[in-house]
């Protein structure tokens, strides 16, 4: 059945480090915290079975139809065949793979039909395979498109191996939950790698995937707190013609290795390596990425509170459209633009950042915030290249307020609004500076010193949503406010 553990991940992380309050013209209570299943059960992490009890199959050349629940043991080969499951909706079925090679067909290897939780254990020392040959033939009203195919819960767990080859499907699909506890994962298919509608969860296990489409995937877009992955572990090494890892509602990583390589290919239009229409957190691991999209990639709000990022990327390495915020981690960056967003705001962590255009670009793509880079500590360090680029670029304001930001090239500080030094250590060309440089200062007030009074001492677009400067009277009005949020 559906697990009822509930915990609470807060996605905008409410700081206190702040030192630009804005006047807030947004929804009085803004939720900042969303409900997801983050955890998991002692059932999907046990991977002991019962051998007493328990039915044992020799696979042979005909269909193997389970119908109902319990622990079953596979042995042996199957060829133009598959595994079919469907047990009642309340009943829980075991397939202990003990070095099985299926080599399906036309069809799935492994078809759940029906059930409450499926389980595939892998036991430790042992190597499966599951192949197809063609496209598939139907036999129901489902759509079966993948190597294993689930309409329910699957959970995936144990210490051995499982190959998946396909030059026509996907790897691993379920229509409800996919769990991941352990195991070793060899795929190798045109469609996915791993795919749960509802919910992807890995906890660990090593996974080496080469997919035509996204690598890993939850796209669930209807129900609110579906349509997410969550991973807390793991050893990943991915190369895909698509997305390597896309969470329709939430990406959420906690920790793991990864190794993400994306191309250009005929099969999508998006090359991402980290992807979400809606929020993104990353608080530990390891990221070697070279993708031929952006790196990371939110439509929403990007909330990095730890990890190591080595990132290379034909365009944004870090890209938000409303909210990027960096607390801690490493990071060493090469990208078209390193990090951009309607609103930056770094508040720790090392960042190394060479870009052939913009280093950090606070440009205006959404409403909820007004476009600024906010400095409140960390180090950070850009290299320009040559042309018309720019080491911080924002739309509205640049605020320093701690932190060592040390800059290299021709346009260093590019704000169209103000700009602001308030704390910290700023080195331009290889020279400590008491004072931002005023590159291209535009919006109007071009040639004012940061701090000088705008509107006849207002805060430029006061009334309107724009930032307040540090020390306002509106600070402390809204504790743990976003800078620039409307």
């Known amino acids: 059945m559906k697990r009822m553990i509930c915990v609470m991940i807060a996605l905008l992380l409410l700081g206190g480090c702040?030192?630009?309050?804005?006047?807030?013209?947004?929804?009085?209570?803004?939720?900042?915290?969303?409900?997801?299943?983050?955890?998991?059960?002692?059932?999907?992490?046990?991977?002991?079975?019962?051998?007493?009890?328990?039915?044992?199959?020799?696979?042979?050349?005909?269909?193997?139809?389970?119908?109902?629940g319990g622990t079953y043991i596979l042995e042996g080969s199957l060829k133009e065949a598959s595994v079919i499951v469907e047990v009642s909706k309340e009943e829980d079925v075991q397939l202990v793979l003990n070095g099985v090679e299926i080599q399906s067909g036309d069809f799935a290897g492994i078809y759940i039909v029906e059930g409450d939780e499926i389980t595939i254990t892998l036991p430790e020392g042992t190597t499966n395979t599951i192949s197809d040959s063609s496209s598939y033939k139907q036999i129901d009203d489902n759509d079966v498109d993948a190597l294993i195919f689930s309409k329910a819960d699957l959970i995936m767990n144990g210490a051995g191996t499982l190959v998946l080859e396909s030059s026509y499907s996907h790897g691993i699909v379920s229509k409800d939950d996919l769990i991941i506890t352990g195991g070793t994962y060899q795929i190798n298919v045109a469609g996915q790698g791993l795919s749960g509608k509802d919910c992807l969860m890995i906890s660990d296990g090593s996974f080496d995937i080469v997919s035509g489409k996204d690598a890993l995937k939850s796209d669930n877009s209807e129900d609110e707190y579906r349509g997410y992955i969550y991973i807390s572990g793991g050893k990943f090494n991915i190369c895909t013609g698509a997305d390597a890892i896309y969470g329709y509602q939430l990406v959420n990583i906690e920790g793991g290795d990864f190794t993400i390589e994306t191309v250009k290919s005929n099969s999508a239009d998006s090359y991402k390596a980290i992807k979400s229409e809606g929020v993104i957190t990353i608080s530990g691991g390891n990221y070697q990425i070279n993708s031929a999209d952006d790196g990371i990639h939110s439509n929403d709000e990007i909330t990095i509170t730890g990890g190591s990022f080595d990132i290379t990327s034909d365009d944004d390495a870090v890209h938000a459209d409303a909210r990027v915020r960096i607390d801690d981690g490493e990071f060493v960056i090469n990208a078209h633009e390193g990090i951009e967003a309607t609103y930056v705001q770094i508040n720790g962590g090392n960042i190394g950042i060479t870009a052939s255009d913009d280093g950090i670009n606070a440009a205006q793509k959404v409403s909820a915030y007004t476009a600024t880079i906010e400095i409140n500590g960390g180090y950070v360090k850009i290299v320009m290249g040559q042309g018309d680029t720019d080491g911080l670029d924002s739309n509205g304001y640049i605020y320093i307020n701690g932190g060592t930001v040390d800059v290299s090239g021709n346009n260093t500080f590019d704000?169209?609004?103000?700009?602001?030094?308030?704390?910290?250590?700023?080195?331009?060309?290889?020279?400590?500076?008491?004072?931002?440089?005023?590159?291209?200062?535009?919006?109007?007030?071009?040639?004012?010193?940061?701090?000088?009074?705008?509107?006849?001492?207002?805060?430029?677009?006061?009334?309107?949503?724009?930032?307040?400067?540090?020390?306002?009277?509106?600070?402390?009005k809204h504790p743990g406010g976003f800078p620039g949020r409307h």
């Open 18 to 68: 702040s030192t630009v309050i804005p006047e807030n013209t947004a929804k009085e209570n803004e939720e900042s915290a969303t409900a997801y299943n983050l955890s998991f059960t002692e059932s999907e992490t046990d991977a002991s079975y019962e051998i007493n009890g328990s039915t044992y199959i020799t696979l042979g050349e005909e269909d193997v139809r389970i119908t109902k």
């Open 415 to 476: 704000a169209e609004i103000a700009q602001e030094f308030n704390g910290g250590t700023v080195i331009v060309n290889g020279t400590e500076v008491d004072e931002l440089p005023m590159d291209m200062m535009g919006g109007g007030f071009g040639g004012q010193k940061p701090g000088d009074n705008f509107n006849n001492g207002q805060n430029p677009g006061a009334g309107e949503g724009a930032p307040a400067s540090p020390g306002s009277a509106d600070q402390g």
